[in-house]
């Protein structure tokens, strides 16, 4: 119930808003006409101002309330101001809400001098102004600004709701000017309503495409490429119906745009045909704004609902799904895709050309619909790939290296004579299949179905082929390791572009996380240094690496003045004689636990352009450095026994890091699992 209470909250304090914003903007547009100024429907529309500008403050002191009695669970802690007090001033929330009342509360004051005073054009657009700045606040609340403050987090939603308010705020305000044109016998009411109406239609348009661009930009970021989620979680249900709900408000639009209103302006109209669609008009308008207050109950709703990106699909509901990636390449895919977005785009070009010649509404539907439909049935088959009921289920194991560690125990165990050694498809029983196996090493095999894909065939096999299942050998946690090896190979064969020089700006390889113990016993994680500074990591190997530590010894203070965190992992179990000569004056640290999984994870990004690793078993290098950003991507590589020189010369080492710490690209942190 408290539920059910805070929701209508939400959706009458939106909706006031948007009508109070929608409606100042139309009685701006209207003011053009000072002849205007001289109608009872004006006064009747500022009317109503007053109440709407209440029921924002009395709706958000709803709102908070409910929310506070759902964080506390008793309503007896309601009755202490501390418990206010504290909400208000230590949460992100409770800050935005006080903003957000202070607004409504300057509004209201507003709108009750706006009553008092000669109306004056500028007083419209000062109400509206004022009107956004509630709308504006409550963007920092959003879904958009969950992982963090900024303008193009912000901008999108606070632009939608602001053109969603122009558009829809308007739709109360033109049902009253026609239904005072209905009543009205006087010849100039008729034509102030044509009139407005004209010049508002006029802006109607940009200002629904601005809504559908901003919503589309909305969208993507909470989806984050999840799009399967649009039909498979509850946010996704709710927004598809969202977007029905506008479809069918764009049609009504458009008929209003397209016949009835330039039915009235011609001259050519009866008195009965005027009448007949100015009533059509509207009823329609009422019509829309109905359906308008559903739409904004729905975007209330799902304002509150867990988005798309963080609601796990666990049970995909169809059989199959659409996929550019794992498509594109076959035969004839691209040529038969081209081929239905040009009958796509035929269907919009007979729109435009259906009504310069006047068609019929049935005929201007009914065509171009049926295009659409043959454009979609010629574009989607060649897209359509087979999914499972776990093709979306998300990996519960991170991409680290104790899961690629343990996948690839595994994989010698059960995979490697068919799949062979690196993934190639190339095992000793290889030949004797009845199906070519994937390149799992070389191939796009792996980018192009998703780890959901993987865990099914792994779990129980694949039809028409002669994999078997392993759920009854394996069990679920070894199979996400099993998947997390397989993405660390091809990740490492994919990052074989890397050289001892980054790229500006350009960040692509993912490496896996770690955790480990230093010799001093300390613990860390390799996120730890994300957001501070970059990391070098080295591989080394003893007494192999033995010049290459002492270098980095000697240059340490000169490296830590660039800001740059260094780990040294050795190679393999380093003896009590061993590490003390590693670690004499050793002023960075080796680690101690964990370095078995970090160094036979990295070694999978052993591969370069010149020497590609794929013969056998490969031959991992004795030393191998990385150099990893500060958002968690690796940037560049160094293996003295391929690329000679390299990061020998401390300046060239010295000279990336300066690189990677005058960067200022934004780049998300890597996944904490495959996708």
């Not at 924002?56 to 418990?83: R, S």
């Not at 829309?288 to 559903?294: Q, R, S």
């Not at 239905?340 to 509404?361: C, D, E, H, K, Y």
């Amino acid at each position: 119930m408290l539920e059910v209470i805070a929701t209508f909250a939400r959706w009458s304090q939106l909706a006031a808003n948007l009508i109070l914003l929608g409606g100042c903007v139309f009685l701006f547009i209207l003011s053009a006409n000072k002849s205007a100024y001289a109608k009872k429907w004006p006064e009747k529309l500022e009317c109503s101002f007053i109440g709407l500008a209440i029921t924002i403050p009395i709706a958000l002191l709803v709102i908070v309330f409910a929310t506070i009695l759902q964080i506390t669970g008793d309503a007896v802690n309601l009755k202490h101001p501390g418990v206010w007090l504290n909400f208000l001033n230590e949460t992100r929330v409770g800050q935005i809400w006080i903003g957000r009342f202070i607004f409504a509360v300057i509004l209201l004051l507003f709108i009750i001098y706006l009553r008092k005073v000669t109306r004056v054009r500028w007083h419209y657009a000062a109400c509206a102004s004022i009107a956004a700045l509630p709308l504006i606040a409550s963007s920092f609340a959003s879904h958009s600004a969950a992982e963090g403050v900024s303008i193009s987090a912000i901008a999108p939603y606070a632009l939608h709701q602001v053109f969603a308010g122009i558009w829809f705020g308007a739709l109360p305000a033109l049902f009253l000017l026609f239904y005072s044109s209905e009543q009205s016998v006087d010849v100039g009411t008729h034509r102030l309503a044509i009139e407005t109406a004209q010049r508002f239609s006029i802006i109607a348009l940009p200002i629904m495409i601005l809504i559908i661009l901003t919503g589309l930009v909305v969208s993507d970021r909470i989806f984050a490429e999840q799009y399967a989620a649009l039909v498979a979680t509850e946010y996704g249900w709710l927004l598809s119906s969202k977007l029905l709900l506008l479809g069918i408000i764009l049609v009504i639009a458009w008929r209003v745009r397209s016949d009835w209103l330039p039915a009235l302006q011609s001259n050519e109209q009866t008195e009965d045909g005027l009448v007949e669609n100015r009533n059509n008009i509207s009823k329609w308008v009422r019509i829309e704004f109905i359906l308008a207050l559903v739409l904004i109950l729905l975007a209330t709703i799902i304002s509150n609902t867990t988005p798309a990106k963080y609601t796990p699909i666990d049970n995909w509901p169809f059989p199959f799904r659409f996929s550019i990636d794992a498509t594109w390449n076959q035969p004839g895919v691209a040529s038969q895709v081209w081929i239905g977005m040009a009958i796509v785009a035929l269907a919009f070009v007979v729109i435009g050309w259906g009504q310069f010649r006047n068609w019929s509404g049935r005929r201007l539907v009914i065509i171009p619909m049926l295009l659409l439909l043959s454009g979609f049935a010629v574009t989607l088959p060649p897209l359509t790939i087979k999914a499972h009921p776990e093709t979306y289920r998300q990996p519960p194991i991170p991409f680290d290296t104790t899961s690629i560690a343990n996948g690839a125990t595994l994989y010698a165990q059960h995979c490697v004579d068919c799949h062979g050694i690196q993934g190639k498809g190339n095992g000793i029983k290889s030949r004797t299949l009845s199906t070519k196996l994937p390149d799992l090493l070389m191939e796009l095999h792996v980018n192009d179905h998703t780890p959901g894909d993987f865990y099914h065939w792994i779990s129980f096999g694949m039809v028409d082929t002669d994999m078997p299942g392993y759920a009854d050998k394996i069990p679920e946690e070894g199979r996400w390791d099993l998947i997390n090896f397989v993405h660390a190979l091809s990740r490492g064969y994919q990052a074989r572009i890397l050289t001892p020089e980054i790229v500006p700006d350009k960040a692509f390889a993912k490496p896996p996380v770690f955790s480990y113990t230093t010799q001093d016993g300390s613990h860390g994680a390799l996120q730890d240094f994300r957001n501070r500074q970059p990391v070098l990591l080295v591989n080394f190997s003893w007494p192999q690496s033995k010049q290459r530590i002492e270098q980095l010894r000697h240059f340490y203070g000169k490296l830590r003045e660039q800001n740059i965190a260094l780990l040294a992992v050795p190679t393999k179990q380093l003896t009590t004689d061993e590490l003390a000569q590693v670690m004499d004056d050793l002023p960075f640290p080796v680690v101690t636990q964990g370095f078995e999984e970090i160094t036979a994870s990295y070694a999978l990004w052993r591969r370069t352009l010149s020497t590609p690793d794929i013969i056998g078993r490969g031959t991992v290098p004795d030393h191998l450095e990385f150099l990893i950003d500060r958002s968690g991507y690796l940037r560049a590589r160094w293996i003295p026994s391929i690329d000679q020189s390299g990061w020998s010369d401390i300046d060239a080492l010295i000279q990336q890091v300066n690189l990677l710490n005058r960067e200022r690209m934004a780049m998300p942190f890597p996944e904490d699992s495959v996708r």
